[in-house]
């Protein structure tokens, strides 16, 4: 069973469209990580949200944590080519520092 | 401002022979440490991570070990290396240094190894 379950697993779609992904659980998290990753490189932090509601913009990227602390998206707005790649979420429950990974959304923008 | 370096960043490796990854962490003392294991460009497994010097947690039974013999070095090791290990290996560290918390952790650039 995934903890963190992740929709949708792939996205294409043309230069200037929205989108949104998203990450879900039924666990209540004490705050949630988003990562992009490139092939063949390491992941890299976007985001990281810890209050339940919490809304955080990065440019034209937007993420939300829910009020219940079991779940988050990420809106994309006019999407660019440079915004492909796999979008990772991932969670820390409790006191330890210990992430559970989704499997991610591997998103592809066309030109 | 921290850095973290992998090597090497791809391997082949024979089934059966050794092996030896090393993590380091520049910019930052007393850094949480792990390894991650990521299948076919998808979701991470933790494998290890270690809150300290020779303090080590096997998240997952396996044919690795992982030590750490210095504060921001971080090495993961096998005997007898078996087809299932190919993967993306993964180190990130995570601490306190300025506006961060052990909440978000950074990776580094990763080693590929492929087992024939």
């Known amino acids: 069973t995934q903890l963190l379950e992740q929709s949708p697993q792939f996205l294409s779609i043309q230069e200037g469209e929205n989108l949104t992904v998203y990450c879900n659980s039924s666990?209540?998290?004490?705050?949630l990580q988003w990562y992009r990753q490139e092939p063949g490189e390491g992941p890299v932090l976007l985001v990281t949200?810890?209050?339940?509601?919490e809304v955080k913009k990065l440019k034209r990227l937007t993420f939300q944590f829910g009020d219940a602390r079991k779940d988050s998206s990420l809106h994309i707005t006019a999407a660019q080519p440079g915004d492909t790649g796999l979008y990772l979420c991932?969670?820390?429950?409790?006191?330890?520092?210990?992430?559970?990974f989704g499997k991610g959304t591997l998103l592809t923008v066309n030109p | 401002s921290q850095t973290i370096h992998q090597w090497p960043a791809t391997l082949v490796q024979p089934v059966g022979s050794p092996l030896s990854l090393e993590c380091t962490v520049e910019?930052?003392?007393?850094?949480?440490l792990y390894w991650y294991r990521q299948a076919a460009g998808r979701g991470l497994q933790l494998l290890f991570y270690?809150?300290?010097?020779?303090?080590i947690s096997s998240e997952v039974p396996q044919n690795l070990s992982a030590s750490r013999p210095q504060d921001r070095q971080f090495i993961l090791s096998s005997k007898k290396l078996l087809l299932s290990d190919s993967g993306f290996y993964l180190c990130?560290?995570?601490?306190?240094?300025?506006?961060?918390?052990?909440?978000?952790?950074?990776f580094g650039p990763g080693t590929r190894l492929t087992v024939l």
């Open positions: 990130a560290w995570s601490g306190l240094a300025g506006a961060l918390s052990y909440n978000e952790q950074f």
């Open positions: 666990s209540v998290f004490s705050s």
């Open positions: 949200v810890v209050t339940g509601g």
């Open positions: 991932a969670g820390i429950r409790g006191s330890n520092y210990k992430l559970t």
């Open positions: 910019g930052t003392s007393n850094p949480n």
């Open positions: 270690s809150v300290g010097i020779g303090q």
